[in-house]
T-cell receptor, first 114, second 115 residues
Framework: NAGVTQTPKFQVLKTGQSMTLQCAQD?????MSWYRQDPGMGLRLIHY???????DQGEVPNGYNVSRSTTEDFPLRLLSAAPSQTSVYFC?????????????FGSGTRLTVV | GNSVTQMEGPVTLSEEAFLTINCTYT??????LFWYVQYPGEGLQLLLK?????DKGSNKGFEATYRKETTSFHLEKGSVQVSDSAVYFC??????????????FGQGTTLQVKP
């Protein structure tokens, strides 16, 4: 039972480069989301999806794109990396948007943009 | 709007001391409330939750009671261990039509327990 799998665990990018952070879950969860974690700011929601083919913006969506072509996968794309996107990124999933079951989190991707 | 405020950290305690981490929230209606724990180098794990007023969530010796009258969900443990050293996040899930599955997190409180 793998849960939520994120790759890569670490990444260094140069300003202006693009990349995709991968997220996959094997629990048939309907709801998936991406958060970024910055010191002293808790976790902030970037984008979320309530099911395959449906995505929406969270609190801090600028500079990021997402798609949800399957229930299992929810990749996060950085279009043109900026130093302000240096952060730890977490993917999370839940059985439903009702949140009664809470979230299952991946182990995170630590991204540094230089 | 919806928000969560946690006490400032870091909190440093000796082993077997009593722990309280304060959490207050602002929300309409009756949100669900959660505590998550993040151990070094890992993702967040659900510690406990409460979905209605006066509910008490508990797990691994930790407890928190949903207090609607004081809009609080303080985390407590009677006797902490070194292995409890981690970052603790309070979070809420908005109620009803505004519930799109988002969780709103506090800024996190770092707990360090010394032997």
């Amino acid at each position: 039972n793998a849960g939520v799998t994120q790759t890569p665990k670490f990444q260094v990018l140069k300003t202006g480069q693009s990349m995709t952070l991968q997220c996959a879950q094997d629990m048939n969860h309907e709801y998936m989301s991406w958060y970024r974690q910055d010191p002293g700011m808790g976790l902030r929601l970037i984008h979320y999806s309530v099911g395959a083919g449906i995505t929406d913006q969270g609190e801090v969506p600028n500079g990021y794109n997402v798609s949800r072509s399957t229930t299992e996968d929810f990749p996060l794309r950085l279009l043109s990396a900026a130093p302000s996107q240096t952060s730890v990124y977490f993917c999370a999933s839940s059985y439903s948007r009702q949140m009664n079951y809470g979230y299952t989190f991946g182990s995170g991707t630590r991204l540094t943009v230089v | 709007g919806n928000s969560v405020t946690q006490m400032e950290g870091p909190v440093t305690l000796s082993e077997e001391a009593f722990l309280t981490i304060n959490c207050t929230y602002t929300a309409t209606g009756y949100p669900s409330l959660f505590w998550y724990v993040q151990y070094p180098g890992e993702g967040l794990q659900l510690l406990l939750k409460a979905t209605k007023a006066d509910d008490k969530g508990s797990n691994k010796g930790f407890e928190a009671t949903y207090r609607k009258e004081t809009t609080s969900f303080h985390l407590e443990k009677g006797s902490v261990q070194v292995s409890d050293s981690a970052v603790y996040f309070c979070a809420l899930s908005p109620y009803g039509s505004s519930n799109t599955g988002k969780l709103i997190f506090g800024q996190g409180t770092t707990l360090q327990v010394k032997p």
